[in-house]
């Protein structure tokens, strides 16, 4: 009999009830799988949203591509970083990573149209494909390759016309860290082949050395996606950005002003307020979580499991070297058992045999848990 | 030569742009135009905001659905007020009308399938529709008819097969509100020629008399549109609802999902704050602008336009009595010549005699505003 597959939102979903459900019950639970930074979001971007609020009691409708003065910030701001030209009307403000991927992919892509999205992945792209009734292409990369992508596999995928690939460097959920010269080669292969690229950049402030970046790159076939949501802890604030060219950014605009009018402008103004002022508090609470991925890592590595040490982003997904291994009921065991929660390999891709830690908790939990999930996997059978 | 159509929205935004460059060359315009309530956002709500960002400084994702509470307090309210039992779970908290007009109809339209809009209307139905690529079937109404649908001509386009009807009452730009028989006998032919409903509610405050409401019908076909937008002068803060039956909204939920992840907690935070104890005060700054409307009727009496005197919302649509009337060029002209913004008829459907004033502005200007319109209109040739 064919076990019926749970969507991989739904894999998420019971882990999150369970783990809620066990809190309710007065069991401490040490959360290695909420996908957020656990640093507090920074009193001068509050401060900016409030005073927003007080000085201007009537808060009206604004454009729809974001408040001007934001997006000149963020134009200078990544011209610099990236050491290239990008202007204001390239860019546009979007409640969220997850509305500026769907804005991106329902702008290009057509129903039935191939997008390829590289597995392991966060769930969202899919979603997205799904939403529109794209055609998702899954390109599986693998542990024993050092999460790398097969450029020769990417071409035989690419020439049977793919719309729009996906890219996400640094990865969620391997932490993997493309090097430049594989980016630019993926980059350059996806435009010989006219496909667009959607590069997730969101984790770029969770590197020990500057990742890749399309706005790197020549051509203009892409869109840029960047988030406040973790470079400063604000994801419930729902605020990110995307850059394109000022043609394809006048088409995504279109999605924004038809779903949701504009981001409200105080979130906004603090988002300004955090460009401007808030880096360096932001970097070193990053820097910190950092760390806390590193130690993860020590720990990871007493335990009979194997994994790609990240190069990026707060997130770690190892394998528990264990033949016919179920993570999603792992998970559950693990949270019952031992009261530490993770998330399961099947709702990045099909790896039943992964998990994902995402290390934004206090590192005092971080050595307990781990010693927890090595006793879980030796017991496994 | 036929003159090639410009969108609605290109029509709307042409006024808006003229106004603020003659703004910003001094000019003092007298605003017409704008769809917003001019009365500030109260304190207690601001500081209702203000105070969840003190107290909780890492604000994370919250339940796509919305805040429990919130819709626990509108369930409550909305029961009350329609003297029927609405649940918590058939509620789901949007960022604004408009996202939830989109989430509607998205979710139950597919491509080529007929969604039903009176005429004249809201352009963003028709945004939505051509969005998702629905036909969009424009049913004119006439200011002859007091804007009344015409039920044999309704039933002859439900024959063909309607998806979905979208139903505007109190009506955006006309101000009408159906009676509640005629609301009653319009919803009964769509559930007997199993169409949906999407019932727009948003201006329900702004009525002398209690305005007909799809929560006061039998049936589960429908979709209940409501939001603090208008109710409270929050429309920058992007928050609205929807009411549906339990099985719809999961459906629904999928989008904010997938699009959007969910509302700021904060802002429904707020939202809380204003229907547990804004009301009082914003039903007196709305009685304050209905008053104005009055006002607006009376001067409108004193010039040659025909109307029909609103029954609700801030708005009234009169006509001008001149054959060629082409109110987009009226527009431009009493814009130039006279200071005074009004949006134009054709944003709303084929009514170039008609334009649209939206009466959220100091009392002190309407008089002589009105007479200012009504020299042009003399003038019109």
């Not at 009999?1 to 809190?23: A, F, G, Y």
């Not at 794209?134 to 035989?156: A, P, Q, S």
């Not at 605009?253 to 105080?266: G, H, W, Y």
Request: net charge positive.
């Amino acid at each position: 009999m064919v076990k019926p597959q749970k969507s991989k939102d739904q894999i998420l979903k019971e882990v999150v009830e369970l783990t809620l459900r066990l809190t309710s019950q007065g069991k401490k639970i040490t959360r290695f799988e909420i996908g957020e930074p656990n640093f507090p979001a920074s009193h001068r971007v509050i401060r900016g949203l409030t005073e927003t609020l007080r000085k201007e009691k009537v808060v009206g409708y604004g454009p729809a591509a974001g408040l001007p003065e934001l997006r000149k910030a963020l134009a200078a701001e990544l011209s610099a970083e990236h050491n290239t030209r990008i202007e204001p009307d390239q860019i546009l403000i979007t409640p969220g990573g997850r509305f500026a991927t769907f804005a991106a992919i329902t702008s290009f892509v057509s129903s039935s149209e191939r997008v390829l999205i590289p597995q392991p992945a966060w769930p969202a792209y899919e979603e997205c494909v799904d939403f529109i009734k794209g055609r998702v292409i899954h390109f599986n990369t693998r542990l024993d390759d050092g999460w790398e992508m097969d450029l020769g596999r990417l071409e035989t995928q690419l020439r049977k016309g793919v719309r729009l690939i996906v890219l996400n460097c640094p990865n969620n959920p391997t932490g993997k860290v493309m090097s430049k010269k594989k980016f630019v080669e993926i980059v350059d292969l996806a435009q010989q082949y006219e496909s667009m690229i959607l590069s997730d950049e969101v984790y770029d402030k969770y590197v020990h050395a500057k990742s890749p970046s399309i706005l790197e790159s020549e051509g203009e076939n892409f869109v840029y996606v960047n988030s406040f949501s973790k470079q400063f802890s604000l994801t419930g604030w729902r605020i990110a950005y995307l850059v394109t060219t000022k043609e394809k950014a006048l088409r995504i605009r279109r999605v924004i002003q038809t779903l949701i009018t504009c981001v409200p402008e105080f979130i906004q103004r603090a988002a300004l307020v955090a460009i401007k002022s808030g880096r360096t508090e932001a970097q070193r609470n990053i820097n910190s979580i950092m760390k806390k991925v590193e130690l993860t890592c020590r720990e990871l590595s007493r335990i009979d499991v194997s994994f790609y040490k990240p190069e990026g982003t707060f997130y770690v997904f190892p394998k528990a070297n264990k033949p016919n291994f179920d993570s999603a009921r792992f998970a559950k065991l693990l949270l019952e058992q031992y009261h530490v929660s993770i998330s399961p390999g099947e709702a990045f891709g099909n790896y039943p045999a992964f998990f994902r830690l995402a290390v934004s908790l206090p590192a005092g939990q971080i050595t307990g848990a781990i010693r927890a999930i090595g006793k879980a996997t030796d017991a496994w059978s």
